[in-house]
């Protein structure tokens, strides 16, 4: 069976995939996103990001993981483990701080993680 759609219906599909999972792993978390620390994102373009973060999850870029990732670029899927190893690792988050890791990929997929820290880091 084939299905043809315009770009534009294609976006909107997968901007409600990822509304519905987002809404889901938030609830089930307890969490909002004014409650997050950080958000790590599979490592776009900064338009895409720009447009992610306008769009779909209003959080500021200076809560994501940007600043790295546009150093590294788009390492398949490690980007969420070097973004969670920076954020741990640099002291950027504490006990108690929500992570939340956002990807997708072809399909369309949706993953998402909330991760808490749960406990002082090891320094």
């Known amino acids: 069976m084939r299905f043809d759609l315009s770009l534009r219906e294609h976006m909107m599909a997968m901007e409600q995939v990822l509304s519905h999972a987002l809404k889901q792993v938030l609830d089930d ?3 909002t996103l004014d409650e ?3 958000l790590v994102p599979v490592v ?3 338009p895409t990001l ?4 306008t769009h779909l999850i209003q959080v500021p870029e ?3 993981t940007w600043s790295l990732g546009r150093t590294t670029g788009h390492v398949g899927s490690a980007d969420h483990l070097i973004g969670l190893h920076h954020l741990l690792s640099t002291g950027a988050v504490a ?3 929500r992570i939340l890791l956002f990807g997708g990929g072809t ?3 949706c993953t998402l993680v ?3 820290v749960t406990g002082e880091l090891p320094r």
């Open 44 to 46: 776009p373009t900064y």
């Open 114 to 116: 909330l991760v808490e």
């Open 107 to 109: 399909g369309f997929t």
């Open 29 to 31: 978390g307890g969490c």
């Open 62 to 64: 200076q809560r994501t």
């Open 50 to 53: 720009k447009s992610m973060l």
């Open 95 to 97: 006990a108690g701080d």
């Open 36 to 38: 997050l620390a950080y």
